[in-house]
């Protein structure tokens, strides 16, 4: 699919990092204590007659996402479990040993996220594809 992009606002993915630095940061406590929500980050793409919204939940089971269109914002809420270490990844001098964490990046817990559109969407017309843990949902525009 060809994706037209419009030059970034000045200083605008500076803004967008800084954001999430200092989301993370935000965090009282301990440094691998999530949040209380996390917000998955989204693409939203415009055609002609639809908006498609591509959210990243990689790890997340599908039946855990619940979809909600009320008037021109869709909310997404769910829940993703802290992953955890396949066993076949471990030795056999590993297995049943406890894991020290070195490094945690990876939000877990429930997350939420509201995509307000720009135009009246049509409610009879949401289709969702959720694959290789990007959640694609394509909302028709009203007529």
């Given amino acids: 699919m ?3 992009t419009q030059p970034d606002m000045p200083f ?3 803004s967008r990092e800084m954001s999430r630095l200092l989301d993370r940061y935000s965090r009282a406590g301990n440094a ?15 055609s002609p007659d639809s908006f498609i919204v591509c959210v990243e939940l990689a ?10 269109l009320s008037r021109h914002r869709l909310s997404l809420t769910g829940l993703r479990c802290m992953p ?3 066993l076949d990844v471990l030795s056999t001098d590993e297995t049943g040993s406890r894991l020290r964490v070195q490094v945690m990046e990876i939000d877990h817990g429930r ?8 135009e009246p969407v049509d409610h ?7 694959r290789d843990g990007l959640l694609w949902i ?4 009203l007529a």
């Fill in 2 to 4: 060809p994706v037209e």
């Fill in 111 to 118: 997350f939420a996220r509201e995509i307000e559109f720009v």
């Fill in 138 to 141: 394509r909302v028709a525009k």
């Fill in 32 to 46: 691998f204590t999530p949040p209380d929500l996390f917000a998955p980050p989204v693409n939203v793409y415009e």
């Fill in 124 to 130: 009879e017309s949401i289709h969702a594809n959720y």
């Fill in 12 to 14: 605008g993915q500076l």
């Fill in 84 to 86: 955890a270490c396949p």
């Fill in 59 to 68: 790890g997340i089971d599908a039946d855990s996402i619940d979809m909600h």
